[in-house]
C-alpha cells in the first residue's frame, strides 16, 4: 500500500517535500489559575475545561466556559501542568457579534502569560509570536502558536462581544523517542532532576537541536555539547544531531566561526567526538575528514610562545563569566586543548596520523601555560578536565568555595565533571540537588537557561501568580540577553546533571567507538544504591550498585553482545 497521499505523489512535487518526523499529542487543561472577575468582564463555565472531551467541534452545544466582554476585557489564565512546546487549540461554539478578537498569551511562567510586552520586565515575541491577537467566528478550531509554554492567557478584547467554548487543549510536538537511557537510586530528588534534565533535552529536538523551545529556537552549536551528551545517554541516537552539526558546518565555510564565534568552532568537535564515541558511524565521520582536519590545522596555529591560546573574536566562554577576562583566557586555554586533543583522535581513526600528531603536539605546548581561573568555576572545571591542573586543586581552590553559589546551568555538566575527578562526588551531587533541584522547588518542570541560588530568596513560584512584595523569579531576574521574561525557562544546556549521572554515579565511561567497549566504575557518594541503563547501537546496558557496609560496592550488569567489560 502507498502511503504517500495522492495528491502530492507527482515527481516534481514529492521531492520538493520533507516528512516531518514529529508528532502531535493532546494536552487538557489541568488548572484554572486565574479569571477576570465581575460583569463588565464575566467568565462563567470554566470547570466545563477541565473535563475530557473530545477534540473536535460539534453541533448541539451543551454547558460551555463562556468569556463575555460587557465593556471590559473578559479574560482567563489556564495552566496545562508541564512545559511542553506546540499550540493551543481552541475549539468554538458561538460568538457574537460574526466574528470576535481574542489576544493569546503563552507564557513559561505565569506571569509571563499575564505580561505585556515590553516593560521593565522584557516581555517579548524574539524568535516567536507568543503575545498576539487573532480574529475567529463561530464553529471554529483556531491553532495558535508555536511556542514553548506550560501556561496560556485568553483575553476577549472588544466591548460587548461574547464567546463560548467547548474545550481548549494544547498540541503537544515532539520526537516520538524511547527513553533508553534510564536512572534510579534511593533519592528521588535526584531521580527527578534526571527525568526533568532528559525531557528538557527532548523539547529542543525539534526538526534540528535547538537550544530553547520559546527563544533560541536555533542551532546555536557552540550550547550543543550538554545537549548531545544528554542525548547519548537517554536516547543513543537521533538525527536531529547530525542535521545540526551539519547545519553548523555547512553554513560555516572555513576560516569562519560558526556563529561567528571561535569556540562554537572547538564545541563542534568535542560534540563529534562524543559522538562518533558512542555511535561508532565511521562513514558519517570520513563525511567530516576535510572540514575536521583544515579545522584543527587553523585552530593550531592559535597558540603563541609562551604557550598561551590566542583564539580570535569573538571569544566566548558562557554569559555569567562574562567581563571576567581572566577567566574567559583559562576557560578558552582549556577548551582548545580539549579539542585539540579529542580531534587528533577522530583524525587518527581516519588515517589522518600526521595531522593528528601535529595536533597533540599542539595541545602538549598548551601545558608550558597555567592560567588563573580568577575564581570561576567554570574556567577551573575545564583546567582539570584538560589536565592543566589538578582537579583536586581546581575543586578545593575554586569550585567548592561557596557550594551551589556561582554555579552555571550550561557548565555545571563540567564542574560537576570536575567534582567527580576530584573524588568529590558528594559535593557534586549536594550541588545537584541544591541547585538543580532549587529550579524543581519553585514550580519548574524544565531546567532554564540560567539560575542563582541567590534569586531564591523573597521571591514566589512560576507556577503562581507574584502576591504583592515578592518578587517575580522570571521577571526580575536574568541577565544579559535573558533579562526578565525573554529568559528562557527551558534550555537544553541545563541538562548536565542527566548525562553526568548516567556516566559518573553509573560509571558507565565508553572507552572504544560504537560503544564496543565500556568501563563501568561507578561512585555512588553518598547514595545507597544506583541502577540505571545505558543505550548503545548493539543493544542496552543494565547495570546495578550496592553500597556494601564496609563502602565498597557491589556491582551487578548486564550488556548485549558486541559490548566488552575492561576493568
Not at 310 to 315: D, E, G, I, K, S
Not at 501 to 523: A, H, N, T
Request: charged share 25%; hydrophobic share 35%.
Amino acid at each position: 500500500m502507498d502511503i504517500v497521499p495522492y495528491g502530492i505523489r507527482k515527481k516534481e512535487i514529492f521531492k520538493k517535500t520533507e516528512e516531518d518526523k514529529r508528532v502531535r499529542r493532546f494536552m487538557g487543561v489541568q488548572k484554572v489559575l486565574w479569571k477576570s472577575e465581575g460583569d463588565k468582564c464575566l467568565v462563567t463555565g470554566e470547570k466545563v475545561l477541565l473535563e475530557d472531551r473530545d477534540p473536535q467541534i460539534n453541533l448541539g452545544q451543551t454547558e460551555a466556559c463562556v468569556l463575555e466582554n460587557n465593556g471590559e476585557t473578559a479574560s482567563i489564565l489556564l495552566d496545562f501542568g508541564v512545559e511542553f512546546h506546540g499550540y493551543v487549540k481552541l475549539f468554538v461554539w458561538s460568538v457574537s457579534p460574526e466574528k470576535v478578537r481574542l489576544r493569546i498569551r503563552f507564557g513559561e511562567s505565569a506571569m509571563e502569560a499575564m505580561s505585556d510586552l515590553g516593560g521593565e520586565k522584557n516581555a517579548t515575541n524574539d524568535h516567536i509570536n507568543r503575545d498576539q491577537i487573532i480574529e475567529t467566528g463561530f464553529l471554529s478550531m483556531p491553532e495558535i502558536g508555536p511556542s514553548g509554554f506550560r501556561f496560556c492567557r485568553i483575553d476577549l478584547i472588544d466591548p460587548n462581544t461574547k464567546i463560548s467554548f467547548k474545550t481548549v487543549k494544547g498540541i503537544f510536538t515532539y520526537r516520538e523517542l524511547e527513553y533508553k537511557g534510564s536512572f534510579r537510586c534511593n533519592d528521588e530528588r535526584l531521580n527527578e532532576i534526571w527525568g526533568v534534565g532528559a525531557y528538557t533535552v527532548h523539547l529542543n529536538m525539534q526538526e534540528y537541536v535547538w537550544d530553547g523551545i520559546k527563544r533560541d529556537r536555533l542551532v546555536w552549536i557552540g550550547d550543543m555539547h550538554p545537549e548531545t551528551s544528554t542525548i547519548q545517554a537517554v536516547f543513543g541516537y537521533d538525527e536531529s544531531v547530525p542535521k545540526s552539526l551539519d547545519l553548523a558546518r555547512d553554513e560555516t565555510p572555513l576560516p569562519g566561526f560558526m556563529s561567528g564565534i571561535s569556540s562554537y568552532s572547538l564545541w563542534w568537535v568535542l560534540i563529534h567526538h562524543g559522538w562518533y564515541m558512542q555511535n561508532g558511524d565511521k562513514e558519517y565521520l570520513e563525511e567530516q575528514r576535510d572540514y575536521l582536519k583544515s579545522l584543527l590545522i587553523q585552530f593550531s596555529q592559535y597558540i603563541d610562545e609562551e604557550g598561551r591560546e590566542q583564539l580570535p573574536p569573538t571569544r566566548f566562554l558562557d554569559w555569567p563569566s562574562h567581563g571576567n577576562d581572566e577567566a574567559f583566557h583559562a576557560g578558552l586555554h582549556s577548551l582548545l586543548r580539549l579539542s585539540l586533543l579529542r580531534g587528533a583522535e577522530l583524525l587518527e581513526e581516519l588515517g589522518e596520523n600526521e595531522t593528528a600528531a601535529m595536533c597533540r603536539e599542539r595541545a602538549d605546548i598548551l601545558l608550558k601555560h597555567v592560567p588563573d581561573p580568577n575564581h570561576n568555576k567554570q574556567a577551573a572545571a575545564l583546567m582539570a578536565l584538560a589536565d592543566i591542573a589538578p582537579a583536586e586543586e581546581m575543586n578545593d581552590k575554586v569550585i567548592k568555595v561557596g557550594g551551589a553559589r556561582n554555579l552555571s546551568t550550561f557548565f555545571g555538566y563540567y564542574i560537576l565533571q570536575a567534582q567527580a575527578l576530584a573524588n568529590d562526588m558528594v559535593g557534586a551531587l549536594d550541588n545537584i540537588r541544591t541547585y538543580w533541584g532549587g529550579m524543581l522547588d519553585r514550580g519548574a518542570t524544565t531546567f532554564w537557561e540560567d539560575f542563582n541560588i541567590e534569586w531564591l530568596e523573597g521571591s514566589g513560584r512560576i507556577d503562581e501568580l507574584v502576591p504583592e512584595g515578592v518578587k517575580d523569579l522570571h521577571g526580575d531576574f536574568g541577565n544579559f540577553c535573558y533579562k526578565g521574561f525573554r529568559h528562557s525557562l527551558c534550555h537544553g544546556w541545563a541538562s548536565g546533571p542527566t548525562a553526568f549521572m548516567s556516566g559518573y554515579v553509573l560509571g558507565i565511561q565508553v572507552l572504544k567507538p560504537g560503544c564496543e567497549e565500556i568501563r563501568i566504575k561507578p561512585d555512588l557518594g553518598d547514595l545507597e544504591w544506583a541502577e540505571g541503563t545505558y543505550p548503545t547501537p548493539m543493544g542496552i546496558i543494565w547495570v546495578r550498585h550496592e553500597k556494601n557496609q564496609d563502602g565498597t560496592i557491589k556491582t551487578e550488569y548486564k550488556v548485549p553482545e558486541g559490548v566488552k567489560v575492561v576493568e
